[in-house]
């Protein structure tokens, strides 16, 4: 069994490298442990860098996230009882768009299995050989060597792509608080996203659809989630957003209910031999400034482009270039995402001189067009390399 390139993988990262590959002709195996139910239902991001809705748009998988993404223009910062909006198209002449990651992996299998890709659910990767380069991976009772060219480990943060980099050197952070995260059904409250700073705790107000709410908490890291029953998940959030205004809340059944832990994570490089990192295996921020999917999509699309180029005319340039590349934006992203946690959450641990000082700048932010300016251009997202 052999392939051009191996993609350990079924998420959003492995399936769009996939698709982008098949577009210039170039062969590849998506190896991907769990089901093909449980993917397409994996709650994830939502927020979409217009970077990201290119890419996919551009690739020919854009058709429903046009119907039905809901592109933003603006957001609003809220603390002291007041919103504060960063108009963030009339600050850089971008958008972003609310699209759940589900319905992205959604349309990326659809896509790939009526091109006639190999996509294989339920596929354990045993073990990468980035030298060879081979996977070995267990599937429907047997075990299987897939030989390739390269290797492209899209398994996430527990996968074992990363494992396979020998002498990698990590860089991480964990942060004093989670975020209590729940799926509603019911119309949301606003119309742009709210992140709401608060001395309760962190709250964030987003959106799926005109018809479904996606809000979250800050928590503790090691809060019990049946101690959130539906009841006290609304008075906080109410109390979080309330404002001086009596701006009001909708309340409806919560249908998801979960716990994530805030961490940033980077791996140097993310390369070695013929193995390429990318996605969560290689990096991990926190959600609050929207970054996750949206650097998976630009490692993947850099990684398609330089394969593009060493299949069409033999040049290793752009692969060599590779890890470089990805991580100058994955750091900007970073800091990005730690500076927006550090701004929003209420840390347990700070004092009264440091939270005034927290105040201070959110109200810097809110009021200097320098400062908001440069929040709006992380947050819509640096430019893409356009996919080839």
């Known amino acids: 069994m052999r392939t051009q390139v191996a993609i350990v993988g079924g998420g959003p990262a492995g399936l769009l490298l996939s698709h982008l590959l098949h577009r210039q002709g170039i062969d590849s195996v998506v190896l991907e442990s769990r089901g093909r139910a449980y993917v397409e239902q994996r709650q994830r991001a939502g927020m979409l860098e217009q970077g990201t809705t290119d890419v996919l748009r551009d690739s020919g998988v854009g058709e429903r996230l046009d119907r039905e993404g809901l592109v933003h223009h603006g957001l609003e910062l809220r603390f002291a009882g007041a919103g504060h909006r960063i108009p963030l198209t009339e600050l850089t002449g971008r958008t972003v768009t609310v699209y759940a990651q589900t319905e992205i992996v959604k349309d990326l299998v659809a896509r790939r ?3 006639g890709g190999d996509v294989r659910f ?40 990363r494992a396979a980099v020998p002498g990698v050197r990590t860089f991480s952070r964990d942060y004093p608080f989670a975020w209590l995260g729940v799926l509603a059904d019911v119309a949301p ?11 309760r705790g962190f709250a964030l107000h987003s959106l799926r659809s005109p018809q479904v709410s996606r809000l ?46 805030m961490r940033s994570f980077v791996a140097e490089p993310m390369r070695h031999d013929r193995l390429f990192l990318a996605g969560d295996a290689a990096h991990i921020v926190p959600p609050t400034g929207a970054k996750g999917l949206n650097l998976a999509v630009s490692d993947v699309t850099v990684l398609a482009n330089a394969l ?5 005319g033999g040049s290793e340039t752009l692969l060599d270039a590779y890890s ?10 970073e800091h990005f995402s730690y500076w927006m946690t550090t701004l929003l959450h209420a840390d347990p641990a700070a004092d009264d001189f440091a939270r005034r000082l927290q105040r201070s700048h959110l109200e810097y932010v809110a009021s200097s067009r320098a400062a908001a300016t440069s929040l709006a251009e992380n947050y819509v997202g640096l430019p893409l390399p356009d996919a080839l």
């Open 113 to 115: 299995l009526a091109d």
């Open 122 to 161: 339920e596929a354990e990767v045993l073990g990468i050989d980035p030298a060879a380069p081979s996977v070995t991976y267990r599937h429907e009772g047997a075990v299987h060597t897939l030989g390739c060219d390269y290797v492209a480990g899209c398994d996430g943060f527990h996968g074992v792509g």
């Open 189 to 199: 409250s606003t119309e742009e996203l709210i992140y709401a700073h608060h001395e």
């Open 216 to 261: 979250y908490l800050q928590v503790a890291p090691d809060e019990d989630l049946n101690a959130w029953p539906d009841e006290r998940v609304w008075t906080e959030l109410a109390a979080r957003f309330a404002t001086s205004d009596g701006w009001q809340l909708r309340e409806g059944p919560i249908t998801d209910k979960a716990i994530t832990p």
């Open 308 to 312: 593009a180029e060493r299949y069409a």
């Open 324 to 333: 470089a590349t990805c991580l100058a934006r994955v750091w900007r992203a």
